[in-house]
C-alpha cells in the first residue's frame, strides 16, 4: 500500500504543465522515430539528451522515458505497412503484420499493435510499481552462466520458428550465427572473418542488415512481382474499419498478457532488451496458441505477442536501473548517464532520496502510454496514403528510405553494401522459401551468448560445472533438454499408435 500512496504523490508532479507538456513531447518524438528506420530510440535519446541539460532532472527524464517507450509504438507503423521495421524491437511484428497489410487488414494489424502495446506497457509499469526493486534483485541473479542457459534454450526454440520444412530453418539459422560471428573476437581480440576488409572489424550492424533483409528484398519483389502489389492502390482505410470485433479481442487479450509478462521479465535482465523479449515471446506464443501453427501467416496474435513484450520490456528495463542502477537495454544506459549529469545516484537509496523524481517518472508513465494510444490511434487513417500509392512510386520511396536508414546507423557507405546485400540474399531465400526468423534470432543471440560464456569460464576459472551447480541455470539447461527431447517422444508416440490404428 506505501507504493500505492507513492504512486499517487507521483501522479502530483507528473501532471504539473510543463511535465505533461514534456510526455506528450516525448510520445510524439518516439513515434516518429520509432517510424523512421534505422533510427531507434537509443540514438534518438542520444542525440535529444544534450537538449536537457539545463531542464528539471525530473522533467528531462519524462521526456527521455516518453521516447523510449513510445518508440516501440511507432516501430510497428513501418513494420506493418512497409514491411520495413521501425527499430529492432519491431522485427516479429513484420513476420505477420506485413501479411496482413497484404491480406487488406493493415488498418487490424495497426490496431491489434496498438492495442497489445498498451496492454504490454501497462503490465509493465504495474509491475514496476508494485514490484520494482524486487524484480531488479531477480534480474540481478542472473549472471553469465544463467543467461547463457537462457540464451541455449532461446536458440533452441529456433525450432518453433522453422515451419514445415526445418532443414531450410537451420541453413539460415547458421547463416544467422556465422554472420554473427564476423569482427574482433571479444576475447582474444584477434579478427575473424573480415577477409581484410578494415569494415568488417568492428562486424555486421544488426540495422543495415534487418533493413535489407526485410526492406530491400521486399523493393525487389515489387519490380518482379507487381501483380502481388495490387493491395497498394486504392485500399480504404478507416478507424472504424480497423476495429476488432469482440472475437478478435479476445483472440489477441490472452496473448498480449502472456507477452506483457513474459517482456517484462527479460526487460529486467541486464543487456537483454526489448528486441530479445519480442523474439522469446513471439515463439513462446507460437508454441502456446491455439492457431500458433498459422504464426508467419498473417496473426493478429503474432502481432500482439511480439508488440506486447517489447513495451512491457522497455518499462521492466526502468526496475534495475532505478532499483540498483544497471542498465537492462543500450537506451538504459543513455538514461543511466543522463540521471548521473543531474546528480543523481541510481540505487536503493534513489527510492528514499528522491522520492518526487522516481515516482513522479513511474506516474508519467502511465500518463505517457494513454498519449501513446490515443495518438497511434489517431494517426491510423492517415496512413492510409501509405497504402494508395501505387508500387511503381513506393519501391524508390522505400529504397530511399532503406539507404538513409543504412547510412544514418554510422555515416558509412559501408553499411548500405550491407543493407544491399542482404536483400539481394534475403530475395533469393524468400524465393526458395527459406524463413528468415532463424536467421535474425541466431545473430542476435549468439554474440550475447558467446560474451556470457567467456565471462562465466572466467568466474569459473575453466570450470563447466558452473552451468550445473547454479539453480536457475541448471533449471533452465533442464527445459531446454525437455523441449529437443519432447518433439522426438511426440513423434514416437505418433508412430507407436499409427500402426494399433491401422490394426
Excluded at 140 to 165: D, K, Q
Excluded at 254 to 262: K, N
Excluded at 398 to 406: A, E, F, K, P, Q
Aim: aromatic share 8%; hydrophobic share 55%; proline share 5%.
Amino acid at each position: 500500500m506505501e507504493n500505492f500512496a507513492l504512486l499517487l504523490q507521483g501522479f502530483s508532479v507528473a501532471l504539473t504543465l510543463p511535465n505533461l507538456l514534456a510526455a506528450l513531447a516525448g510520445a510524439l518524438l518516439g513515434l516518429i522515430i520509432g517510424a523512421m528506420p534505422g533510427i531507434g530510440s537509443l540514438a534518438g535519446c542520444a542525440l535529444l539528451l544534450p537538449l536537457t541539460f539545463k531542464m528539471d532532472p525530473t522533467t528531462a527524464i519524462i521526456m527521455l522515458a516518453a521516447i523510449y517507450y513510445a518508440n516501440m509504438y511507432g516501430g510497428s507503423f513501418s513494420a506493418i505497412l512497409l514491411n520495413i521495421p521501425g527499430d529492432s524491437p519491431a522485427i516479429m511484428t513484420t513476420l505477420d503484420g506485413y501479411p496482413l497489410t497484404t491480406q487488406g487488414k493493415a488498418g487490424k494489424a495497426l490496431f491489434t499493435a496498438n492495442t497489445a502495446s498498451f496492454i504490454g506497457g501497462s503490465i509493465g509499469i504495474v509491475l514496476l510499481t508494485i514490484l520494482g526493486p524486487l524484480v531488479a534483485n531477480i534480474g540481478l541473479a542472473f549472471g553469465p552462466a544463467e543467461m547463457v542457459s537462457l540464451l541455449l534454450l532461446a536458440l533452441t526454440s529456433i525450432g518453433w520458428l522453422l515451419g514445415e520444412n526445418p532443414l531450410k530453418g537451420l541453413v539460415t539459422a547458421g547463416l544467422g550465427i556465422l554472420l554473427s560471428m564476423i569482427g574482433m573476437d571479444p576475447t582474444c581480440g584477434q579478427a575473424r572473418f573480415s577477409f581484410g576488409i578494415i569494415d568488417l572489424l568492428g562486424g555486421i550492424n544488426f540495422i543495415p542488415l534487418v533493413i535489407g533483409l526485410f526492406g530491400f528484398s521486399q523493393v525487389m519483389d515489387m519490380l518482379a512481382n507487381k501483380q502481388n502489389f495490387s493491395f497498394l492502390g486504392g485500399t480504404r482505410l478507416t478507424l472504424k474499419e480497423s476495429l476488432l470485433d469482440r472475437t478478435e479481442l479476445i483472440r489477441i487479450v490472452p496473448t498480449s498478457i502472456r507477452g506483457g509478462i513474459l517482456g517484462n521479465f527479460v526487460g529486467v535482465l541486464p543487456g537483454a532488451g526489448a528486441t530479445i523479449a519480442s523474439f522469446l515471446s513471439y515463439m513462446f506464443n507460437r508454441r502456446v496458441c491455439k492457431n500458433g501453427g498459422n504464426f508467419g501467416k498473417g496473426m493478429i496474435e503474432g502481432v500482439a505477442a511480439s508488440e506486447a513484450a517489447n513495451n512491457a520490456a522497455a518499462a521492466g528495463a526502468f526496475a534495475p536501473l532505478l532499483s540498483l542502477g544497471i542498465p537492462g537495454s543500450g537506451t538504459a544506459a543513455v538514461l543511466l548517464g543522463g540521471l548521473m549529469m543531474w546528480g543523481l545516484k541510481p540505487g536503493p537509496q534513489l527510492f528514499s532520496e528522491s522520492p518526487d523524481f522516481v515516482w513522479g517518472l513511474i506516474a508519467s508513465m502511465y500518463v505517457g502510454n494513454i498519449m501513446c494510444i490515443i495518438i497511434a490511434m489517431a494517426v491510423i487513417p492517415f496512413l492510409v496514403h501509405i497504402l494508395r500509392v501505387p508500387s511503381s512510386v513506393m519501391a524508390p520511396i522505400i529504397t530511399v528510405l532503406c539507404i538513409v536508414g543504412s547510412y544514418s546507423v554510422n555515416n558509412n557507405m559501408f553499411d548500405v553494401g550491407v543493407m544491399l546485400t542482404a536483400g539481394v540474399i534475403a530475395y533469393f531465400l524468400n524465393l526458395y522459401d527459406f524463413s528468415l526468423a532463424p536467421l535474425l534470432l541466431a545473430f542476435v543471440l549468439t554474440p550475447r551468448l558467446e560474451q556470457s560464456f567467456h565471462q562465466a569460464f572466467q568466474i569459473s576459472n575453466g570450470n563447466a560445472m558452473i552451468f550445473l551447480t547454479k539453480p536457475i541455470s541448471l533449471a533452465l539447461l533442464i527445459a531446454m533438454a525437455l523441449f529437443v527431447i519432447a518433439p522426438v517422444l511426440f513423434k514416437l508416440r505418433k508412430n507407436n499408435k499409427t500402426p494399433q490404428a491401422n490394426e
